[in-house]
């Protein structure tokens, strides 16, 4: 159905508010199973944060790599790079398609769901209520039996950064005007490691300032050593363990002085000091619902939001994606909704719960994904194990795409039977294609697989994908040298 907007009251069996992810996979759920819906999105396009950042990050990150000849430049001294420096309009029209293809898409897919599409900010009159307001007008009341918040987050801005037009954020670093020739980005987590990487192939000086020793601490540590020296390699100046204590602006740049007392300029800065729910005009008061810190809402094991003290759930009312915190994924937060959905109509056997592995996607240069459990976390929780290896250098694959510092790593339950296959328990990867290859390894995760499963396996060639076999007879190599030691 075409977009809907009357004062009348509409009834329906689920109201969605917000059209990212999360809100798009829940409503295309629901209308799988005949139900009535309306969907609510206050922005002028649908799709969300993922379709106006996430989607053209990665695309900027695909224009960063032809544009800086990257690839061709590993294959034997080749240079197909542009020989001009990149200049905004080179580097964001691509990203401008994609974007535009992408938000037509999630409309087109709504409407072919039969999901009525309501234009305005929506918030709670009562639990089953939503008005919905456009340009500061109340334009239609809803009413439905189950509520699904899906209004994602947005960049936070510390009170230390002044507004100023060169200092930007995961959204507005999309709409700059000019290609600066120096940036600061100021946080070590995934967004900001990942346009740290996307500028530094383009040529410009980029300084990283991360309040930590490491960058990812939540990935396997050989991962983020991995990354942390080729960005090195890049260029990026890493300042760990550092902070900014204030930014001002000049007519020529920015003046930061760092927690260190160092002092220095840049003409631009990237600000990726994490997000905040976007929950401030949902009127979550009326419904009895009350957010927690940055906005994020508390929800139970079905995705129905909770008192946060009391864990009491409110009927009817459902949340899934960024705004119940992390990991904040998309991919995640599309099986949040799903399930949500699923338990809220009752709808068994369809999908009986959410995967309990999730894959993390790093679009980083070089790529990295990871699924399952790390080095560290096995030495935590004192379980037995041993690694395998195998390098991109040493595959065939590997070598023609020109990729020398890729690696998979696979870490398995250790036994000292050598007739019995070792259980996987977690896979991870850095180098091109990490976040495809990935789901090899997640599926045998999936499948509770062993060892067994790697040798077994015959593997196209030649293929980033045969990694898996020789990374596992790595494993099986230094299970033998240990018991051997012994």
Known sequence: MAERNSMATHNYDLIVLGSGPAGEKGAAQAAYFGKKIALVERDYYLGGAAASTTVPSKTLRETALALSGIRARRLYGVDLSLKHRPTV??????EREVKDTECTRVTN???FH??????????????RVIKVEARGKASGFLKGDI?????????????????DHRIYDSDSILGMKSMPKSMVV????????????????????????????ILLPSMDRDISSALENSMLKMGINLLMQESVESCTPEAKGLVIRLGSGEVSKTGAMMLATGR???????????????PGRRGLLAVDGNYQVVHPETRKPVPGIYAAGDVIG??????????QARFAIIKAFNLYPYKEHVAPILPLGLYTIPECSAAGKTEEECQQEKIDYVVGKATYSQNVRGMIIGDYDGFLKLIFEFNDDLRRPMKLLGVHVIGESASELIHVGLNALMMDAASDMFINTCFNYP?????????????MGNRERRLKSK
Do not use: W
Request: net charge negative.
């Open 89 to 94: 309009q080179d580097f964001l029209y691509h």
């Open 109 to 111: 897919n709504m409407l």
């Open 114 to 127: 039969g999901v009525d599409i309501f234009k305005g900010t929506g918030s709670f009159v009562d639990e």
């Open 147 to 163: 509520t699904l918040i899906a209004t994602g987050s947005s960049p936070r801005r510390p009170d230390n950064f002044p507004e």
């Open 186 to 213: 100021v946080g070590g987590g995934v967004i900001g490691c990942e346009y740290a990487c996307i500028f530094a192939q383009l040529g410009v000086d980029v300084s990283l300032i991360h309040n930590k020793n």
């Open 276 to 290: 905040i729910s976007n929950t401030g005009e949902l009127n979550l008061g009326a419904a009895g619902i009350t």
């Open 326 to 335: 992390p990991p904040a994924l998309a991919s995640t937060s599309m099986e």
């Open 463 to 475: 293929t980033l994908t045969e990694l898996y076999k020789y990374a596992t007879y790595h494993a």
